[in-house]
């Protein structure tokens, strides 16, 4: 699908300035901040996305920022603006972070930050709970299980460097399935000083008690909770591929 942007320029007015100081800031802020975008070498803004402030789309928002789709160059990427009311201080803590799990081949790469930006690759997809409800037909059932296994892997690396997502229970925020790739986005309240339970939540998530559990069970019959939970206590006591296999086996992916 063709994007199309709005200059910069224009988001020192309303309503686009709504979206560059979110909830909040003065004409000094987004001028500040058209300046550093200039500095980011970012083009234009497509007002795109699930996701609306006032009228205008996007493609999230959180505590501590919202997301939108720009243009960097001639290459489309994901732009998240830290809110004027955030807690954090600048962007840097968590482009630290997005470069860790970047380090293990998960999440959407890195490519720059400054005080109230980053820039990160932009996954194309729908939310996971969006992407279950429009599975049908004959394939359906090998499509779940392998982008389950995707997600799977790429919390069992997260597990392995100590790193904790800390969000993992919502799946429907933290899970984009692509065209080519399935990723874990949105890292800002992650930790490497939390002890990680990454594949632990995500498999409740999946598995046992959500409304996305109960999608996955139609599309396939799994295992029972009590044998789903007792190869999750043996995961948890010991991270071990080997253990991680026998969960993957019993969740029959």
């Not at 290459?75 to 954090?88: F, G, H, N, P, Y």
Request: charged share 30%.
């Amino acid at each position: 699908m063709a994007h199309s942007f709005i200059s910069i320029k224009k988001f020192t007015e309303e309503p686009y300035s709504k979206i560059l100081g979110y909830p909040n800031a003065t004409n000094r802020q987004i001028k500040s901040r058209i300046n550093e975008l200039e500095k980011l070498k970012i083009k234009g803004i497509c007002l795109t996305g699930p996701t609306t402030i006032g009228n205008l789309k996007i493609l999230g928002k959180g505590y501590v920022g919202v997301v939108v789709l720009v243009k960097r160059g001639n290459k489309e990427v994901a732009l998240k603006i830290r809110r004027t009311d955030s807690q954090r201080e600048n962007m840097k803590n968590e482009s630290v972070l997005l470069k860790l799990v970047n380090s293990v081949s998960v999440g959407p790469k890195m490519i720059d930050v400054s005080k109230n930006f980053l820039v990160m690759e932009y996954i194309e997809g729908e939310k996971f709970s969006d992407w279950i409800g429009m599975l049908k037909g004959s394939g359906s059932t090998k499509q779940l299980k392998s982008t389950i296994r995707n997600v799977l892997e790429d919390c069992y690396r997260l597990d392995q460097i100590e790193f904790d997502h800390g969000e993992l229970s919502n799946i429907s925020k933290h899970v984009i399935v692509g065209k080519n790739k399935v990723a874990l986005i949105d890292f800002e309240s992650s930790s490497t000083k939390r002890r990680p339970s990454n594949v632990t939540s995500i498999t409740q998530a999946f598995f046992i008690g959500s409304g996305i559990a109960k999608q996955a069970q139609r599309i396939y019959k799994n295992s029972s909770k009590e044998k789903i939970i007792d190869a999750l206590k043996s995961y948890k006591q010991k991270k071990t591929r080997e253990n991680f296999e026998k969960l993957l086996k019993i969740l029959k992916i």
